[in-house]
């Protein structure tokens, strides 16, 4: 029994790993959204130093920019596409910030941080949209997970004990975990339109906050 036991958990031992891979790209893919509202978030920020035509221009698309990754651009990753309308309002920012020309060196230092950040915010966006166009697991895989774990299972049999309770327990077990790791896999091998999605939690916070914010009088504290 304590044999068996010891086989068939090493004979699972893919399924897990294969697991916890799932769930690590699943948890970037996360990570890199919440990055990416953090970097609008301090481009709003740094935009309160700038003369008031272009704090108010920025303040408007990166509301918009904001506002379009919610309401278009996370349909469109369920699809595995991107929105041309956040595309055009993430060009439309580098559009405003390649008009600006800092008058100061204190505008000279904000501008300069807020490029970097624009860079970043960049980077996040192509990350997550990569991550959305992921096909998780191959089809191929899938017809291995399924017959490895249908051989696992027989396998396991082979091992039988003369307690037929025993037995069936060890074999129900054994068939539970394949089968909770399976679902795990398919629940998140797609994080942008699988069972378990992400969803744009990071942009409405952001949109609440922006806000907040003006309406505590942060878009007047220069």
């Known amino acids: 029994m ?6 068939g958990f090493s004979i699972t031992e893919p399924y897990l790993a294969g697991g916890v891979i799932v769930w690590e790209r699943f948890d970037q893919a996360q990570a890199e959204v919440e990055k990416e509202a953090n970097e609008l978030g301090d481009l709003f920020r740094d935009a309160q130093t700038f003369p008031d035509d272009v704090r108010r221009e920025l303040d408007t698309k990166l509301r918009s920019y904001a506002r379009l990754v919610v309401e278009k651009e996370w349909p469109a990753m369920a699809e595995r596409k991107a929105s041309p309308e956040a595309w055009d309002a993430y060009n439309q920012l580098w559009q405003t910030y390649y008009r600006f020309r800092p008058q100061n060196e204190h505008e000279t230092v904000w501008y300069t941080q807020s490029l970097t950040r624009l860079n970043q915010l960049g980077d996040h966006r192509r990350l997550r ?23 696992t299972i027989g396998f396991s049999y082979l091992f039988g004990t003369k307690n037929t309770s025993a037995q069936v327990l060890m074999t129900a077990g054994l068939a539970m975990t394949i089968a909770l790791v399976l679902l795990s896999i398919l629940a998140l091998q797609q994080p942008f ?21 003006s309406h505590s009088g942060v878009s007047q504290s220069r």
Do not use: N, Y
């Not at 992921?134 to 089809?139: D, Y």
């Not at 378990?196 to 990071?202: C, F, L, Q, S, V």
């Not at 409405?204 to 922006?210: R, S, T, Y």
């Open 129 to 151: 949209l990569l991550s959305s166009r992921s096909r998780g697991i191959p089809i191929v895989m899938w017809g291995v997970l399924l017959g490895a774990g249908a051989i």
């Open 193 to 213: 339109a699988g069972i378990t999605r992400i969803e744009p939690d990071a942009f409405d916070q952001l949109m609440d906050i922006f806000d907040t914010w």
């Open 2 to 7: 304590q044999h068996s036991g010891t086989i």
